[in-house]
């Protein structure tokens, strides 16, 4: 019996080694070795439909067994199949009259009726569990043996996966260090320390080389249960990874005295942050970029080189773009708030630094801002002014224009009115002189007459 003890005492040592290795809880060991040893008293001295308990004592390495059994009755399980002798046999279906649900058949290896049960304990109840103490024995054979072998590496290996994930899903949507382990094509697996992650090419900095050995830092941005372990996915290009980076190495943002209100990145070419504080005589900016630019450079650093554009939030929406536009000159902003567009005016030789290369930089104050940017020059908009009181103008001729058409017409009808009346007159008075001529004649026709 000493050696049997003894035996199982180094089992119960070994087991608990290996869990140590592995990092395990101390009450996992224990069930992994309980659910060993049950595994091959089943196999040497068990039946089959047995459920059998093993109770571990790690002090002395003795251990007892169990048969559990569960409380049913005709609610739960079907007893239609009797022998000859009255005890209740296994069934294999029951009757099924298209109305009732097939219960289980009742098996006397892991079931008792409620009458037996309450025999062991009197205020047994449908659905309890039974347990029966069972012989001991230590003396297990090679196929027995083998059998607990097989339970041992594989609830380890289930708890290790276990142990790992519930670490890990605790870290999501943090950063964590770690070292290349191999690269397959383009997919990067990256050792954490107690797991490996995956480095998809989406998750990649464009341009951004890696090469076995090589320490980098990564956001985890999903943990998920797999069977060969957590599956743990990594990201170098999540608009978050800046936002620990800082954490990391601004003391302020870690603390909550500074706040990054937004971030809009391209990763591996150019970050804008817009950060606030309500502290009276601490600078967002200054807080983020450090002394002679330590901390931002270090962040820097870490992704390669991408340029950081550091600005202070605003909740005026006009001077935030402004301040999204740098490094360039925004001279005025004009905003509509109904479409939540916004036209910002530079000064001409600021326009294609306002712009960005292939319109960068108004597409990150964009995604900064939530606003629709429109870039414009001041000139530009200058003449579109001009064209517009250019336009009122024109209007304003046009009616000008039409007022002196009509004042000509009727001065030109007033002329011609009144040449027709001297003419009228010139008329009368030709026939007057033609009158006055005729009566002389007449008048000179007597005289010569009367003479």
Known sequence: MKQDKAFLGEFGNAVMQIAEEKGLDKSQVIAVVEAALAAAYKKEYGKRGQVIRAKFNEKNGSVQFFLRKEVVDETVRDFSALEESGEKEQVTT??????????????????????????????????????????????FGRVAAQTAKQVVIQRVREAEHNAMFDEYKEREHEVVSGVVQRVEGRTVFIDLGKAIGTLFPSEQIRGEHYTVGMRLKVYIVEVSQDPKGPGITLSRTHPNLVLRLFELEVPEIFAGTVEIKAIAREAGSRTKIAVYTEEEGVDPIGSCVGQRGTRVQAIIDELGGEKMDIIEWDEDPARFITAALSPAKVLDVHLNEEKKEAVAIV?????????????????????????NIDVVGASAQRESDNSSDGAENG???????????????????????????????????????????????EQKKEEVITQ
């Not at 037996?116 to 001991?136: C, G």
């Not at 326009?351 to 930089?361: E, R, T, V």
């Not at 027709?420 to 002389?440: H, L, M, P, Q």
């Open 94 to 139: 029951t009757e099924d009259d298209g109305d009732k649900e097939r219960l289980p058949r009742f098996n006397e290896e892991r079931d008792i009726t409620l009458e037996d049960a309450r025999k062991e304990k009197e205020d047994a109840q449908v659905s309890d569990i039974i347990e029966f103490p069972l012989p001991p024995h230590t003396d």
């Open 347 to 371: 000064p001409d030789d600021h326009l294609s630094l306002a712009i960005g290369k292939h319109g960068q930089n108004v597409r990150l104050a964009v995604k900064l801002t939530g606003w």
């Open 395 to 441: 209007d304003i001729d046009d009616i000008s224009q039409a007022e002196t058409t009509e004042n000509d017409t009727k001065a030109k009808n007033d002329i011609i009115d009144s040449d027709d009346a001297i003419a009228n007159d010139e008329d009368v008075a030709r026939d007057n002189d033609d009158k006055s001529s005729n009566e002389g004649s």
